[in-house]
């Protein structure tokens, strides 16, 4: 077989040469995007995977969107069809190659079944380029495997809808998987020479994976029934049956669905407590808590003069914000860390603003759908207040979506009185899509958070208007916040969130901790670590080899994920 395939030479050719082609254009245009190119020839439902997500990165309003899907599904069928021909085998004379324009025909309907049932995917990762957080990545990756192992044969097979694809195709996916995964990884740590050649041989890998395909679909073709004095022509004869009485039955694309309603009742089971997720480990968060605070303490030294890092009697006058994040309540959260700062007044923000006794208002989990403008301003009041009881800068500790209100207060009140941040599973980099509302994706990214909020416990209306004010000005705050750099802080970062993380390099005031997103503020180790920032005290373990390995571990998540998330058109590093 291998012999064989390397006799078609115009399959390698045009295989590594499109993916080549395609990483030399966005080494010039869109670098960071680069992980992508591999994908232009890869098996079809991951092709058609990557033409969608590239409809999705335009954000177009419904007719540009149009017009851009209907190009694409004219480049993809054709281009599957000629694959198809290219890495028809040689040695099935007896099995004539199917026509290229009723290929093409064939190969429409099935990229548009595979955007049809990939689409919630593409959304669910538009949205984490909008909410740059793991659950929606973690989400989609099921639903992306198991539909495209369902469709994985694509059109090469007769009749492909009506069966599911055979154990070779679906294994020839997964090696395509995991090797335009290595691909990505590879690609974003070399120049351009280094990134077109890697896309060459993953284009190379691609054709390898396409000639595959292409043999098992003649194989099937070619069965004959075994001899009728052989033990496996009943077996033939009962499957034979079953095949013509259930002919009509569109297999393969019930087989995607399923999948995506197996996740949805995941969800579901997830939201109303019937499956409940693993807890934040405290172990490795334990070891690398001091690495944390020296190098955070270390990068504020030269803004702590005064008030940046005192002494344990400074630090019996002052006062800590903590901002709990979606789906929080109050205002028990601060409780804990209450107990271990008995000299500081530690308050728990209140998404619902401040009683007239200056009292935080308890709110319910639905209280976080709030603009972020608008919760910049309550987080601003509410230090505000703070600051005119104990007259001293304020630290604020925030987690996930506190993370955006405070790059909004940070940006909207420059002169707030704050001492120092910790943020805990930060949003980095939020609204890099762009304004979001009246285009074809926003509008598929609204839809999906209201069927996900009727599902959970924060209403239908889910998060629409935190979603809508990070896709107008999320970004812009970002930036403007980074450019505080006198004021000290520290970032926790999970390692599951490592899949939205950009190839930009680590500030020594990021750790991580093997955890999932949000749920920081009740790991005790965790609270050990802000308490460690906040007193400036110096460590001796700043290099500590459990850090290192998760650091390593998180460029390497990073990396891989790249290739299966939105492009991104935007070179930029978060400060």
């Not at 026509?99 to 099935?110: I, N, T």
């Not at 002919?247 to 019937?274: D, H, N, Q």
């Not at 901002?323 to 700062?341: I, M, N, T």
């Amino acid at each position: 077989m291998t012999g064989g395939f390397f006799r078609h030479r115009g399959l390698i050719a045009f295989s590594a040469g499109a993916a080549m082609a395609e990483a030399g254009v966005l080494s010039v245009l869109a670098p960071a995007a680069r992980p992508l190119a591999p994908q232009v020839t890869a098996l079809p439902p991951l092709a058609a995977y990557h033409d969608l997500r590239w409809a999705f990165a335009f954000n177009q309003p419904w007719l540009g969107f149009a017009a851009v899907l209907l190009l694409l599904l004219l480049v993809r069928s054709a281009t599957d069809a000629l694959l198809l021909l290219l890495a028809w085998p040689r040695a099935a004379p007896h099995i004539p190659r199917p026509r290229f324009g009723e290929s093409c025909a064939s190969w429409a309907v099935l990229t548009l079944l595979v955007w049809l049932v990939m689409s919630p995917v593409a959304t669910l990762m538009f949205g984490v380029a909008l909410l740059p957080f793991s659950w929606p990545f973690l989400a989609a990756l099921p639903i992306l495997l198991g539909t495209a192992l369902a469709l994985s044969q694509g059109a090469a097979g007769q009749a492909w809808w009506r069966r599911l694809p055979p154990a070779r195709t679906a294994a020839w996916l997964l090696v395509t998987f995991a090797m335009l995964s290595a691909a990505s990884v590879l690609m974003g740590h070399l120049d351009t020479a280094g990134a077109v050649a890697v896309a060459g041989l993953a284009g190379l890998a691609d054709a390898r994976a396409w000639y595959g395909l292409t043999g098992a679909a003649v194989r099937r073709a070619a069965e004959r029934p075994p001899q009728s004095w052989h033990w496996q022509a009943s077996l033939w004869q009962i499957r034979q049956g079953f095949r013509h009485r259930t002919g009509w039955i569109p297999v393969a694309p019930l087989a995607a669905v399923l999948v995506i309603a197996l996740v949805v009742g995941l969800a579901r089971m997830a939201f109303t407590g019937t499956v409940r997720l693993p807890a934040t480990g405290g172990n490795v968060v334990a070891a690398a808590a001091a690495a944390g605070a020296g190098a955070a303490a270390r990068s504020g030294a030269p803004a702590a003069t005064g008030a940046t890092a005192g002494t344990g009697s400074s630090r019996n006058r002052g006062a800590l914000l903590l901002v709990a994040g979606w789906g929080s309540h109050c205002c028990q959260d601060a409780d804990a860390l209450r107990a271990q700062e008995p000299g500081m007044l530690v308050r728990q923000f209140s998404y619902s603003g401040l009683d007239a006794a200056g009292r935080p208002v308890p709110y319910g989990a639905a209280a976080g759908n709030l603009p972020i403008q608008v919760l910049g301003d309550l987080m601003a009041a509410q230090v505000d207040w703070l600051y005119g009881r104990v007259h001293q800068p304020v630290d604020v500790v925030a987690e996930s979506e506190g993370t955006l209100g405070l790059y909004a207060m940070l940006a909207r009140h420059p002169h707030v009185p704050v001492r120092s941040v910790v943020l805990l599973s930060p949003i980095i980099g939020p609204g890099q899509t762009g304004l979001a509302a009246g285009t074809v994706p926003g509008d598929a990214l609204v839809t999906l958070d209201q069927l996900v909020g009727g599902m959970s416990p924060y209403g239908s209306s889910g998060a629409r208007k935190l979603i809508d004010s990070v896709s107008e000005v999320g970004a812009r705050y970002f930036e403007l916040a980074s450019r505080r750099q006198a004021l000290p802080w520290l970032a926790v970062i999970p390692l599951a969130d490592a899949v939205t993380l950009s190839a930009c390099p680590l500030s020594p005031n990021v750790i991580f901790v093997a955890a999932l997103h949000g749920g920081l503020l009740g790991d005790p180790s965790v609270r050990k670590m802000i308490v460690a920032f906040l007193s400036g005290g110096p460590t001796a373990a700043q290099h500590l080899g459990s850090q290192r390995d998760l650091r390593r571990a998180a460029q390497l998540i990073s990396a891989a994920a790249a290739a299966w998330r939105m492009p991104d058109l935007d070179d930029g590093c978060p400060a």
